[in-house]
T-cell receptor, first 119, second 110 residues
Framework: DVKVTQSSRYLVKRTGEKVFLECVQD?????MFWYRQDPGLGLRLIYFSYDVKMKEKGDIPEGYSVSREKKERFSLILESASTNQTSMYLC??????????????????FGAGSRLTVL | DAKTTQPPSMDCAEGRAANLPCNHSTISGNEYVYWYRQIHSQGPQYIIH???NNETNEMASLIITEDRKSSTLILPHATLRDTAVYYCIASTGTASKLTFGTGTRLQVTL
C-alpha cells in the first residue's frame, strides 16, 4: 500500500513562529500536494509539485512556501504563522500519469493530516 | 474542473443501499467523475471513477447518466464504518489538481 506520512498530527504554535509541516511518501510518486481543510470550505489547494525542485502555486498560496529537495519529501513552510492559518493540513501524492494503469485514474493518496493551531 | 453539486447531508440505515447523487451538468467530454470519501480525522480516500460507463469495484458502484450530467455513487450494503463525507469531482484524467468541494456527509445509523 502507498503510504503518505505526515510528521505531526497535532501542532500548537505561536503567532510569528516559523512552522514546518513535513510529508513523506514511500511509493516513488512524482506529484505531491498540500491542501488545507476548513469547515464549510472543503479542501483548498495550497501548492503542488510535479517533481523534485519543481513547484506550482495552488489556489491559496499566500503566506506559504514549499520545498521539494527529495522525491519522497514535500515540506510546507509557514514563514510567520498567523491565527488565520489555524487549520487541518493534508498532504497527498500521485504517480505521474503515464504510469497509471487505469485511464483517467487521477488518484491521490492522502496522509492522515496535521492539525495546526496558531495562538 | 466542472462544477459539481451534492446534497450537504444524507442518512442511511445500516445494511441498506446508500445512493449518493451528484450533479455535474457542465461536464466536458474528457472529464471523468471521481468519488472520494473522508472518514472523520483521516485524509480523503479514493473510491471509484468513471467516464461514460457504469463502474463497480470492491467498494462501490458508480452510475453515470447517459447525458453525463449527473451520477450516483452506490454503497450496496452500508455499514457504520461508511459514515463519512463523500466528495464528487469532475476533472480530466491528467489534470494537475483536483478541486474538492464540501461534499455530502453520509450518516449510517443502526
Amino acid at each position: 500500500d502507498v503510504k503518505v506520512t505526515q510528521s505531526s498530527r497535532y501542532l500548537v504554535k505561536r503567532t510569528g513562529e516559523k512552522v514546518f509541516l513535513e510529508c513523506v511518501q514511500d511509493m516513488d510518486h512524482e506529484n505531491m500536494f498540500w491542501y488545507r481543510q476548513d469547515p464549510g470550505l472543503g479542501l483548498r489547494l495550497i501548492y503542488f509539485s510535479y517533481d523534485v525542485k519543481m513547484k506550482e502555486k495552488g489556489d491559496i498560496p499566500e503566506g506559504y512556501s514549499v520545498s521539494r529537495e527529495k522525491k519522497e519529501r514535500f515540506s510546507l513552510i509557514l514563514e510567520s504563522a498567523s491565527t488565520n492559518q489555524t487549520s487541518m493540513y493534508l498532504c497527498a501524492s500521485r504517480p505521474f500519469e503515464r504510469f497509471l494503469r487505469l485511464p483517467g485514474a487521477n488518484v491521490l493518496t492522502f496522509g492522515a493530516g496535521s492539525r495546526l493551531t496558531v495562538l | 474542473d466542472a462544477k459539481t453539486t451534492q446534497p450537504p447531508s444524507m442518512d442511511c440505515a445500516e445494511g441498506r443501499a446508500a445512493n449518493l447523487p451528484c450533479n455535474h451538468s457542465t461536464i466536458s467530454g474528457n472529464e471523468y467523475v471521481y468519488w472520494y470519501r473522508q472518514i472523520h480525522s483521516q485524509g480523503p480516500q479514493y473510491i471509484i471513477h468513471g467516464l461514460k460507463n457504469n463502474e463497480t469495484n470492491e467498494m462501490a458502484s458508480l452510475i453515470i447518466t447517459e447525458d453525463r450530467k449527473s451520477s450516483t455513487l452506490i454503497l450496496p450494503h452500508a455499514t457504520l464504518r461508511d459514515t463519512a463525507v463523500y466528495y464528487c469531482i469532475a476533472s480530466t484524467g491528467t489534470a494537475s489538481k483536483l478541486t474538492f468541494g464540501t461534499g455530502t456527509r453520509l450518516q449510517v445509523t443502526l
